[in-house]
């Protein structure tokens, strides 16, 4: 089947809804090209003449296998190891120690934290990784370590089962890692790069979209949401700070990437600096 189709103009809104209404991802209307580059494939690969058979696949009959390919294909999921390396800075040196102050003294009985839009698991695993190490070389790993709850989600089932085998390539293992926590956490087979048991067993990864209600999942401490907004329309971004605000704890911390500027925030959070990198604290009662 010829592949080379082009996107009308139609078929453009079409998926350009779709794919906003799906994951929240927003398409500027000068991006029909990128519709194309990113799904043209898919039309061979499922039997479609046009865009709109390909719409008409995941819309009105609502082929799941398809529409998780489509999703695979219009998201990024780049990512790489302790990203911006700040985040990790704050959590090492002034959230850790405040946390084990707490659980030493009965004020908190656990630490929950959430890395939504964890992609390949690289956020969850460099946060596992600095929460083990920390509690390790303090001889505290015994007492505490079960008292950290990591959830990671991400809307893509694909980059979950990457996540979930906690098995990395020679190039994706590079991108980021210290050799010091390369060498203490992974052992290797031949190309593959094998995480370390007790770092995979701490992260808990689920399917979820960020669209959706978070009651379910609870409160937490700390959320990582980095790199996964500036996709969204600043009307879903302002609507997730609030919705990310009630889903922590007073005094709980958003991480966003470096990169990334958040327009409404200040109802809910305070900016706070550390070391060059910006975290942002929920409004409530300092610890
Ligand atoms: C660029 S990656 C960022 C990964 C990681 N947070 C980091 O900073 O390295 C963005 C991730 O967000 C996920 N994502 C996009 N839209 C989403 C949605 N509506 N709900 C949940 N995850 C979503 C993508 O599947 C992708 O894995």
Same mark, same amino acid.
């Given at each position: 089947?010829?592949?080379?189709?082009?996107?009308?103009?139609?078929?453009? &809104?079409?998926?350009?809804?779709?794919?906003?209404?799906?994951?929240?991802?927003?398409?500027? /209307?000068?991006? &029909?090209?990128l519709?194309?580059?990113?799904?043209?494939?898919? +039309?061979? #690969?499922?039997n479609?003449?046009?865009?709109?058979? @390909?719409?008409?696949?995941?819309?009105?009959k609502?082929?799941r296998?398809?529409s998780?390919?489509?999703?695979?294909a219009?998201?990024? /999921?780049?990512?790489?190891?302790?990203?911006?390396?700040? *985040?990790?800075?704050?959590l090492?040196?002034? +959230?850790?120690?405040?946390?084990?102050?707490? +659980?030493?003294?009965?004020?908190?009985? =656990?630490i929950?934290?959430?890395?939504?839009?964890?992609?390949?698991?690289?956020? *969850?695993?460099?946060?596992?990784?600095?929460?083990?190490?920390?509690?390790?070389?303090?001889? @505290?790993? #015994?007492?505490?370590?079960?008292?950290?709850?990591?959830?990671?989600?991400?809307?893509?089932?694909?980059?979950?089962e990457? &996540?979930?085998?906690?098995? !990395?390539?020679?190039?994706?293992?590079?991108?980021?890692?210290?050799?010091?926590?390369?060498?203490?956490y992974?052992?290797?087979?031949? =190309?593959?790069w094998i995480?370390?048991?007790?770092?995979? /067993?701490?992260?808990?990864? $689920?399917?979820? /979209?960020?669209?959706?209600?978070f009651?379910?999942?609870?409160k937490f401490?700390?959320?990582?949401?980095?790199?996964v907004?500036? !996709?969204?329309?600043?009307?879903?971004?302002?609507?997730?700070?609030?919705?990310?605000?009630? &889903?922590?704890?007073?005094s709980?911390?958003?991480?966003i990437?470096?990169?990334?500027?958040?327009?409404?925030? =200040?109802?809910?959070?305070?900016?706070?600096?550390?070391?060059?990198?910006?975290?942002y $604290?929920?409004?409530?009662?300092?610890?």
């Amino acid at each position: 089947m010829n592949m080379n189709v082009n996107i009308s103009s139609k078929e453009f &809104a079409l998926m350009q809804r779709y794919i906003e209404e799906e994951c929240g991802i927003s398409i500027g /209307n000068d991006k &029909a090209y990128l519709i194309e580059s990113r799904l043209s494939s898919m +039309l061979g #690969e499922f039997n479609c003449s046009s865009y709109e058979e @390909l719409y008409h696949l995941i819309y009105t009959k609502k082929d799941r296998r398809v529409s998780e390919r489509v999703i695979d294909a219009i998201t990024t /999921n780049e990512t790489l190891w302790f990203r911006d390396k700040t *985040p990790w800075i704050i959590l090492e040196k002034v +959230l850790l120690p405040q946390y084990i102050k707490d +659980l030493e003294s009965g004020k908190r009985d =656990r630490i929950r934290i959430w890395s939504a839009g964890c992609s390949t698991g690289q956020e *969850p695993y460099s946060t596992a990784m600095v929460i083990h190490n920390f509690l390790d070389i303090r001889g @505290l790993k #015994e007492k505490f370590l079960p008292k950290f709850e990591i959830v990671a989600t991400d809307i893509s089932s694909t980059v979950l089962e990457v &996540a979930k085998k906690g098995r !990395y390539d020679s190039i994706s293992i590079m991108r980021g890692m210290p050799a010091s926590y390369r060498d203490k956490y992974f052992k290797r087979e031949g =190309r593959v790069w094998i995480l370390d048991d007790e770092i995979r /067993n701490m992260v808990d990864f $689920r399917q979820f /979209n960020l669209q959706n209600s978070f009651v379910l999942l609870g409160k937490f401490h700390i959320i990582f949401c980095r790199y996964v907004m500036i !996709y969204f329309s600043s009307d879903l971004k302002d609507e997730l700070v609030s919705k990310f605000s009630m &889903a922590l704890k007073d005094s709980g911390i958003l991480f966003i990437g470096s990169s990334e500027m958040l327009s409404v925030y =200040r109802e809910y959070f305070d900016m706070e600096q550390y070391e060059g990198g910006v975290y942002y $604290r929920k409004k409530g009662e300092v610890l």
